[in-house]
């Protein structure tokens, strides 16, 4: 069965500002399966040196979402992951080795503050390339400094770094400027993952369907289907 892969999702329950109860997770989980997806990474975010992440908490939570799959008979596999706040302790969680990984991969889904400088961001990649992991820039909408000239060209030239946009930003815009600017990037093929960062059923609810069907649109279906991760 054909479905999407969706690397950027806030389903597990209890662990951050996604899913708050077990009946919420169970509402996400539907509304997954129910928008095609296949593949799903739970995603919780994690901030290094700030704030403490409950691991055992978020391990016993994925592994009710599994259950919860078999049982309503979906055929999603759920991978483990998290979206990694960079912070100034990071540095010292990568040498350790100790930043979650999407699934079993060296990839490492990262977030920066949108006010993020072009000097630091590249410091992070390099930092992370060195120690050899692949990062993937969450929501690269949001973060000013690649909206410079062309910044987000030059980075991609310099590391092995993956960009991932908001479906939300596709469907809705960011504004005239904004919108164009995020068009050319796709336009360029640096676009890597298009994912819905969904936090609940309402207001942040997973939106790869109507994705992949504007990006059909735009840049035809074998495009749509490595955006959205088709399977």
Known sequence: ??????????????VDDGARTKADMEAMLDAANADGITSLFATPHVTPGLKPFDRR?????????????????????????????????????????????????????LEFTPRITFREMDHALALLERLGY??????IERYACLFAGRN????KRCYDVRYQVNANTMLTGQGYLRTRKVRSWFQDGLVDHVASDAHDVRNRPFQLKKAYSLLK????????????GLE
């Open 134 to 139: 692949v990062p993937v820039l969450a929501h």
């Open 152 to 155: 987000a060209t030059k980075m």
């Open 217 to 228: 649109e735009q840049y035809g279906s074998m495009e749509a289907g490595r955006l959205t």
């Open 57 to 109: 908490a978020f391990q016993i939570h994925f592994e009710e979402a599994q259950t919860y799959c078999r049982e309503q008979g979906y055929s999603m596999k759920l991978y483990t992951g998290a979206e990694i706040l960079y912070t100034p302790a990071l540095e010292q969680y990568a040498i350790d080795h100790r930043l979650p990984v999407l699934a079993d991969s060296n990839e490492v889904l």
């Open 1 to 14: 069965m054909r479905g999407f892969t969706e690397i950027h999702a806030h389903f597990v329950y209890g």
